[in-house]
Every structure is written in C-alpha cells, then in structure tokens.
C-alpha cells in the first residue's frame, strides 16, 4: 500500500509563503502522477496541480498558475508545493495524491488511486 502524508499547512497572513510537504513511502513512482487537490469548507475538492514522477512536467490550475510550484525531491521520497502570495481563497485542506495516468494533464479526482488525509491552510487577510 501506498502511502501519503501532508504536512506543512498553517496560518499565513495574506501575501505570504508556505511550503507544503507530500512524504511517500515509495522510492519510485515511476509512471505516476502526483497531484495537489484543495477543499474549502462548503465546497467540492478541487485540482491545484500535478507533476511527473521523477518531476519533469507540472502543470497547474489558472487560479495558482504564477504563484504556487510543484516540484520533487526523488531521493527523499517527498513531492512539495511552495504557495507563494498567498490569498484569502487558497484557503483550504491540501491533499497530495498518486496515480497512473492515461493522459496528461490528470485533473480528475478518479484517476488518482492513493490519498494522503490533508493538511490545513488558512490565509488571513
């Protein structure tokens, strides 16, 4: 079983920084995705971004393009997304995720097989 732990949510003023951290306990995700999914209180989880395993390509959501990176550390097993300029309406539950992709980008919540349980992030403005 593959498994996924999320850590580095807090509490950030807006215009601020986090780095979340996506721990595996995998080596290898050769053939796998790794994305990032949000949900805000009242509302349906939604994709922010994915990258290769090794991490050669990402790609992101319009609403984070330009602010938030994707990117990952292959010898720690650890896929990270540095959230920078930070908004009220990042706020949210991250989630990482793993899956084999038949195409690229992977936004659909269906084709990732392997959660992690969230971290939370609040931004105050």
Do not use: H
Not at 6 to 33: D, H, K, P, W
Not at 97 to 116: F, K, T
């Amino acid at each position: 079983q593959v498994q996924l732990v999320e850590s580095g949510g807090g509490l950030v003023q807006a215009g601020g920084s986090l780095r979340l951290s996506c721990a595996a306990s995998r080596r290898t995700f050769n053939n796998y995705i790794m994305g990032w999914f949000r949900q805000a209180p009242g509302k349906e989880r939604e994709f922010v971004a994915c990258i290769t395993w090794p991490g050669v390509t990402t790609y992101y959501t319009d609403s984070v393009k330009g602010r938030f990176t994707v990117s990952t550390d292959n010898a720690k097993n650890t896929v990270y997304l540095q959230m920078n300029s930070l908004k009220a309406e990042d706020t949210a539950v991250y989630y990482c995720a793993a899956g084999v992709p038949a195409s690229w980008p992977i936004r659909q919540l269906s084709d990732y097989n392997y959660w992690g349980q969230g971290t939370q992030v609040t931004v105050s403005s």
